[in-house]
């Protein structure tokens, strides 16, 4: 069983940048694929960006150019830089893991999720 802890959420300026963290337990991150999804109030849960080895990513277009995923095996933690960040950023970010490696933009491809970490971009 994976645990996944999301951290880092908050309230930032439009054009301004965050990083999320996201602490995973129970296996190595290097085994798995490791994504971001967010929803925003009313909406679908999002595909964000994924990571599953360390040059394999993938971005949704929305974010594509702004966001980075990155992972620290060391640290068994996966990162998600925030720049320019947004008023239509704004959403609860969520963790996800996959056990079977390579990349998946679907929700219902991942296994284990985090709690979420709110992040509010303001005008």
């Known amino acids: 069983q994976v645990q996944l802890v999301e951290s880092g959420g908050g309230l930032v300026q439009a054009g301004g940048s965050l990083r999320l963290s996201c602490l995973a337990s129970?296996?190595?991150?290097?085994?798995?694929?490791m994504a971001w999804f967010r929803q925003a109030p009313g909406k679908e849960r999002e595909f964000v960006a994924a990571?599953?080895?360390?040059?394999?990513?993938y971005y949704g277009d929305s974010v594509k150019g702004r966001f980075t995923i990155s992972r620290d095996n060391a640290k068994n933690t996966v990162y998600l830089q925030m720049n320019s960040l947004k008023p239509n950023d704004t959403a609860a970010y969520y963790c996800?893991?996959?056990?079977?490696?390579?990349?998946?933009?679907?929700?219902?491809?991942?296994?284990?999720w985090g709690q979420g970490t709110q992040v509010t971009v303001s005008s």
């Open positions: 129970g296996q190595t991150i290097s085994t798995l694929t």
């Open positions: 990571r599953w080895n360390i040059v394999s990513t």
């Open positions: 996800a893991a996959r056990k079977n490696y390579g990349m998946a933009y679907v929700r219902s491809e991942y296994d284990y």
